[in-house]
């Protein structure tokens, strides 16, 4: 049987051969939560971002990460995260770019009993980003409401226009954080 998402936490050198092997046997979407891809190097000196990516793309296999928490889907009872609590089932979907802001936001919300459609890490972004959460947010029959904390934006086209189509069906909302590097 072959697995459907996969949890990649190991080593960064692992990373990409496990990226290749999955992507073989079908899978079609992983979460890598290793960090220190970005990085380090294999021993012909690639980097291992880029090696997990071109390992990623013959299968068409989507990676979200890496150096990210995970995700929580908790309608599904999925926590494919490192989270050290479940979030709880809810009509908003919460999307950061910030690792530490993920784990207080699920505190935060737990404590108030405030639940969430989708509870989303992207870390690093290498493959899917804000553009490409908006696109299946907006369409979402689970969310109503988007909520994005938002470090930098690489592909800002993508991201005005998955923006926008999502805002035409549900609210959403964005905080744009760090204009400096303090």
């Given at each position: 049987m072959v697995p459907e998402l996969a949890v990649i936490c190991?080593?960064?050198?692992?990373?990409?051969?496990?990226?290749?092997?999955?992507?073989a046997l079908g899978t079609k979407a992983a979460i890598v939560i290793t960090s220190g891809l970005g990085l380090s190097t294999d021993a012909q000196g690639t980097n291992l971002?880029?090696?997990m990516l071109a390992a990623a793309k013959p299968h068409l296999l989507r990676i979200l990460g890496p150096n990210c928490v995970g995700l929580l889907v908790p309608t599904l009872g999925l926590n494919a995260s490192f989270a050290h609590t479940s979030?709880?089932?809810?009509?908003?979907?919460?999307?950061?770019?910030?690792?530490?802001?993920?784990?207080?936001?699920l505190d935060w919300a737990k404590s108030r009993h405030i639940g969430?459609?989708?509870?989303?890490?992207?870390?690093d972004s290498a493959d899917v980003d804000v553009g490409d959460v908006l696109d299946y947010l907006?369409?979402?029959?689970?969310?109503h409401s988007i909520l994005l904390y938002i470090e930098s934006i690489t592909a800002a086209?993508?991201?005005?226009?998955?923006?926008?189509?999502?805002?035409?069906?549900k609210p959403v909302l964005?905080?744009?954080?760090?204009?400096?590097?303090?």
């Open positions: 190991t080593p960064p050198a692992t990373v990409p051969a496990l990226v290749a092997e999955l992507g971002k880029e090696a979030a709880l089932p809810g009509k908003i979907a919460f999307v950061s770019q910030s690792g530490a802001l993920v784990t207080a936001v969430f459609s989708n509870f989303i890490s992207l870390g907006g369409s979402d029959a689970e969310t086209r993508k991201f005005m226009s998955a923006a926008r189509a999502a805002a035409r069906n964005v905080v744009k954080a760090g204009r400096v590097a303090e």
